[in-house]
């Protein structure tokens, strides 16, 4: 992870501005909720009125949003609810 000299066009979840203030080699935890977590988990993760989520999403889908800023997605194994 860290940051990244490209140019991106497409900037959801604030990809670009947490690439810039990420350090070159650093690791950056993201709490994702992934459809696994969510199906088999907790199914009541997704709740836009009392938590906030909205969205639930998964590994390869956080790295082509996150991917062009210079982002890889780490899957943290036993733990569907966030990546690295």
Not at 22 to 47: C, F, K, M, N
């Amino acid at each position: 992870m860290g940051k990244n000299t490209g140019s991106a066009k497409y900037n959801p979840l604030g990809s670009g501005p947490m690439a810039e203030r990420s350090e070159t080699g650093a690791i950056d935890y993201i709490g994702s909720g992934q459809p696994e977590y969510v199906w088999q988990e907790d199914p009541q993760y997704l709740d836009p009125h009392g938590r906030g989520h909205v969205a639930s999403y998964s590994v390869q889908a956080l790295q082509h949003i996150f991917g062009p800023y210079g982002f890889t997605m780490i899957p943290m194994y036993g733990r569907a609810w966030c990546v690295s």
